[in-house]
């Protein structure tokens, strides 16, 4: 692949899995195991579980935690990328498969350079297809970057760095199943390329996976799909049709939903009488109702070009927004699409409130966090609430990724950020009113993003060759559709992007006009947010924390930490401020208010206290010399008062005048260019007995010894001799 090669090897590992491939791309190895086994219930849906999980040994690390082993749930990271590894394989399982099956990829080698998460990917298609579970692949993953105005194939974390795209693309040999990546503002255009070019890439590994089934598949196992009742089939169509089409014209979800479940009561007791000797047969009349709903759905929008809300294909639900609703929070936002909402707020923190994150290439750092919750009221149910889900995980980085770009750069702006957007109501695309509430929360809290974001969700609707492109999807139009794609971005481009297709595939044109017509519904949106708030508020939240950065000497950080951090753990204590020390000096604190935030700056810099020229200390001798006494004048910083300067009269022994420990009053007279601090009691005696001290002068302007230096000097014959120079000769 490109410059570099990819292996897959069956046969050392893992030989009891029905499949089993280890893909190795340079130094990183990942092992990817495939089982099924049959299940002692029946159920009516696919058990498929993806498992992505990245062992520290593999980077030669050891764990950081209590148990010094991977334990617990697993990482945001390790979470992602199981649902990149789920989200392409799972609709080529053949309808009826029950069995569990089980997909497990491990992280057992890593260069920390080479991503892991395209080989897992590619590792599930490759178990998958050589062992006996039917399963309809191959397909396969690569990612793609762009930098100078060419793409990538799969870069290297270096690349990474300098490259304006970052996407993973699955697919087939006829057609693109998923993308999910972000990008620096990337033009449509450029990424309908980048989509296209990346699919192209794909045939190398579909041809390495048909070679090695060749070699070693196993003969898959048989699959007995339902049976079809036509009888209940024709009888559904005839009792159903007409209400479910009025039904579906409800326009309100919550009255929709109620009207759908009033035809499908009035319809089991109209089967159950039809059928009343075989009452079994009915089980699966919600199956059969909902294809028709399908059907209902899909003919009104091709034939009439109208959606269940009554929408043409690219109108925009009506938008309500508000901002700064909440009294104590840093920033706050309500964004309304229709029947989705989602209230999103933003909290500023210092840099100690970033997150650590353990990863294989080393512990690492965040300052922006996205987190997405989606309690059950927000769809009208009651059911358990637990830790985040698979899906509101992914639904954060999607929006994360998506406004990341337009962040401050954290030289000018040190805060640690963090949006939380809770979902009020859905029906379709909370993910993209997150990004978008997420924007105005930002800019209500005043941080100084570089332009708004905002997102969009398309669906698509394809019957026999023709396709519609549909804005703004709402849910029902997402799981009755053929695709679900969400773009978000600024006007000047994308900077996030997924998508997942349900068909076989969709031609590139309609790919673009897809992008295209996400632009123009984009822009609308901004259009709308930026009439509420044109820009990020000039100053931030009087409840969000207060920063200062101050300058030290490299000398004295040890100063201001003190032994065993005594001095810089009593600083927060008084004054409640975080404080990070740079070990160039600079130190950032961030205080709850500004009067914490003055006493927190005020006892930092008393550890860096600088002398000034011709200034009076009150100081204490520290250290008696033969030739002087040392005296602290301010904290950490001493002075030399020579003997000469201790008294207006001549002073044989420093003792006469001072002792260790005594308390002096001296002046600064010289300060010399290496920092050394000479200081004088006499002065400061002349002074006060009304006699004129010497002048104090900055060293640069003090005028040159009279006395003639270099080539002023008399020279030769010029110079007196003898009994010239005034006196007798002996």
């Given at each position: 692949m490109g410059d570099s090669e990819i292996i897959?090897?069956?046969?050392?590992?893992?030989?009891?899995?029905?499949?089993?491939?280890t893909v190795q791309w340079g130094d990183t190895v990942v092992l990817v195991t495939a089982t099924h086994q049959a299940l002692d219930r029946v159920v009516d849906f696919l058990p498929l579980t993806c498992n992505y999980q990245e062992m520290l040994y593999s980077a030669g690390r050891v764990p950081g935690n209590y148990f010094r082993r991977e334990v617990g749930r697993p990482s945001e990271h390790e979470t992602l990328t199981s649902r990149l590894m789920d989200r392409p394989i799972r609709p080529l399982f053949p309808?009826?498969?029950?069995?569990?099956?089980?997909?497990?990829?491990?992280?057992?080698?890593?260069?920390?350079?080479?991503?892991?998460?395209?080989?897992?990917?590619?590792?599930?298609?490759?178990?998958?297809?050589?062992?006996e579970i039917p399963?309809?692949?191959?397909?396969?993953?690569?990612?793609?970057?762009?930098?100078?105005?060419?793409?990538?194939?799969?870069?290297?974390?270096?690349?990474?760095?300098?490259?304006?795209?970052?996407?993973?693309?699955?697919?087939?040999?006829?057609?693109v199943v998923m993308v999910e990546g972000g990008a620096q503002f990337l033009s449509e255009d450029i990424m309908t390329e980048a989509i296209a070019w990346g699919h192209a890439q794909l045939g190398p590994l579909l041809d390495v996976q048909e070679d090695l089934r060749k070699e070693l598949g196993c003969a898959k196992f048989t699959v007995t799909p339902p049976t079809e009742d036509t009888a209940l089939i024709e009888a559904v169509a005839e009792l159903a049709t007409a209400p479910l089409k009025e039904a579906l014209a409800v326009p309100g979800k919550m009255d929709r939903r109620d009207a759908k479940k009033k035809v499908k009561h009035n319809l089991m007791e109209a089967l159950m009488a039809k059928f009343a000797e075989t009452p079994e047969r009915v089980r699966g009349v919600g199956e059969i109702m909902e294809k028709l709903e399908k059907k209902i759905v899909r003919q009104r929008i091709m034939t009439d070009k109208i959606r269940i809300d009554g929408r043409d294909l690219t109108t925009v639900r009506a938008l309500i927004m508000e901002v700064g609703f909440l009294p104590r929070t840093h920033g706050s936002a309500i964004f309304t699409r229709g029947e989705t909402k989602a209230m999103c707020t933003c909290t500023l923190g210092s840099t100690r409130d970033e997150q650590r994150v353990e990863t294989l290439a080393g512990d690492t750092t965040r300052r922006f966090l996205m987190h997405y919750n989606f309690p059950p009221y927000c769809v009208g149910e009651a059911r358990m609430l637990r830790a985040p889900s698979r899906r509101e995980v992914g639904h954060g980085a999607l929006s994360e990724r998506a406004l990341n770009p337009v962040l401050p750069d954290p030289d000018a702006f040190p805060f640690t950020i963090r949006i939380v957007s809770d979902i009020m109501e859905s029906n379709g695309s909370s993910s993209m009113a997150s990004v978008c509430g997420g924007t105005l929360a930002l800019m209500d809290a005043g941080v100084p993003i570089k332009t708004p974001i905002a997102g969009i969700a398309m669906g698509l609707i394809k019957e026999g060759d023709e396709y519609l492109v549909l804005?703004?999807?709402?849910?029902?139009?997402?799981?009755?559709?053929?695709?679900?794609?969400?773009?978000?971005?600024?006007?000047?481009?994308?900077?996030?992007?997924?998508?997942?297709?349900?068909?076989?595939g969709i031609p590139a044109e309609v790919m673009q006009k897809a992008l295209h017509q996400a632009k123009a519904a984009r822009v609308s949106i901004l259009d709308q947010m930026e009439a509420l708030?044109?820009?990020?508020?000039?100053?931030?939240?009087?409840?969000?924390?207060?920063m200062d950065i101050v300058h030290i000497s490299q000398d004295k950080i040890r100063e201001v930490i003190g032994p065993g951090g005594k001095n810089i753990k009593a600083i927060c204590e008084a004054t409640k401020a975080d404080i990070d020390i740079d070990d160039s000096g600079k130190i950032s604190i961030f205080a709850p208010d500004s009067v914490s935030l003055a006493k927190a700056r005020e006892m930092v810099l008393y550890y860096d206290q600088k002398a000034d020229l011709g200034k009076d200390y009150d100081g204490i001798v520290k250290k008696i010399m033969d030739f002087g006494a040392f005296i602290e004048i301010l904290p950490g910083l001493e002075g030399l008062c020579h003997i000469s300067q201790l008294d207006r009269d001549r002073v044989n022994v420093v003792t006469d005048v001072v002792q260790e420990g005594d308390a002096i009053r001296v002046r600064v007279i010289d300060i010399e260019p290496s920092g050394r601090i000479k200081l004088s009691r006499r002065a400061i005696i002349l002074e006060e007995l009304g006699e004129e001290p010497e002048p104090v002068q900055?060293?640069?302007?003090?005028?040159?010894?009279?006395r003639p230096r270099g080539g002023d000097r008399p020279r030769g014959g010029d110079r007196p001799r003898g009994g010239d120079r005034g006196g007798p000769r002996r």
């Open positions: 897959i090897e069956h046969g050392k590992l893992a030989l009891q899995a029905s499949g089993a491939v309808k009826g498969c029950t069995n569990e099956i089980q997909v497990i990829a491990t992280v057992i080698s890593s260069d920390k350079e080479r991503s892991a998460d395209i080989l897992a990917m590619l590792g599930a298609s490759t178990a998958l297809h050589i062992s399963f309809a692949g191959p397909i396969a993953a690569i990612r793609v970057g762009y930098r100078d105005g060419k793409f990538l194939l799969n870069p290297t974390a270096t690349e990474l760095a300098t490259s304006q795209l970052n996407m993973i693309l699955a697919g087939s040999r006829d057609a804005t703004d999807i709402l849910g029902d139009e997402d799981h009755l559709g053929d695709m679900d794609f969400k773009v978000a971005g600024s006007r000047d481009g994308v900077t996030s992007i997924q998508m997942d297709i349900k068909i076989a708030i044109a820009a990020p508020r000039g100053e931030l939240s009087k409840f969000a924390p207060q900055p060293r640069s302007d003090r005028p040159r010894n009279d």
